[in-house]
């Protein structure tokens, strides 16, 4: 074992004794202050992040306890530390312990207070990152998708957009694995996210269906017959950020860096009953692109 291994094991296990002997309420009361918990919390995390396996699983749930409070602390940064903490030790619980912290996140995400509700999707979030297989083979999953899809509708846009990254790395899961159960339902709740008022909420969308596209472009335009005048509209956004996204967005999932001629022939292939106009140019090392959907017309491409 390399010596900066054995520092990292021996933090892991400094860290399962000082919480065997620490009563939680002492260790809420030490990380009191705002800082001093996002503090802490960051540290926690770097430990758990390269020595995680050497946790006991009673130390793992003293520490999803503790962590629960935190993701409903009423300071946007120590919900965030302690939602990325939970997210990083997630690929380290077992099963069961994961289907626990899903029905506790599932329970905080209907709360009448947008700080629990936004400490759960942040928290789901992560746990999409580092986890995202646990949570789609859990049992559960049917319910944390509705609890999402709920979330778009939150009144907080920080609530929304968190949701909107949730759904976005359940779909690259999906997409790199092939897993393509919840595909549509992921794609069509990201497209309700493209219609939501907040720019930010807009781009984590195009961001996320442009990440699914790169790595598996016909599992994304099987929806492509509402997924297009979604996009298309963005691309008309008078957010110069929104625009971009959209652009970089219909770069991928058009697959316009293969030519007009390949999205003819896409179009075609998946029988998608759309007028599709594409005007492209190349400027100043960004293309643009104009789309124009209509429905009931057979497939072609009209060249500017």
Known sequence: ??????????????????????????????????????????????????????????????????????????????????????GTMSKYLEYSEVNLLLQTLSSLSTSPNWNNRHGAVLTLSSMSLHAPSMICRSSLFPDILDHLKSSLRDDKFPVRESATKALGRIL???????????????????????????????????????????????MVISSISSLGPAIAERLKDGNISVRLAAERCALHVFSLTKGISYLTISLVEHHI?????????YEKLSFKFLVVFASSCPPFVLNL
């Open 172 to 218: 690259y899961y999906e997409a790199k694995n092939e897993e393509q159960k919840s595909a549509n339902d992921l794609l069509r709740l990201l497209i309700v996210a493209l219609q939501d008022d907040s720019s930010e909420v807009q781009r984590r969308s195009l961001s996320s269906i442009k990440a699914a596209a790169k790595v598996n472009l016909s």
């Open 1 to 86: 074992m390399s010596g900066i291994a054995e520092t990292r094991e021996q933090a892991a296990e400094g860290l399962g004794e000082l919480i065997d002997v620490t009563s939680e309420q002492t260790l809420k009361e030490f990380a009191s202050d705002g800082g001093v918990r996002e503090a802490v919390l960051t540290a926690l995390r770097g430990v758990i992040k390269h020595s995680g396996k050497s946790v006991s699983s009673a130390v793992r749930f003293r520490l999803c306890t503790l962590l629960k409070d935190f993701i409903q602390a009423d300071v946007d940064e120590v919900r965030v530390s302690a939602a990325k903490v939970v």
């Open 273 to 281: 009953w759309c007028c599709a106009t594409i005007y492209t140019y």
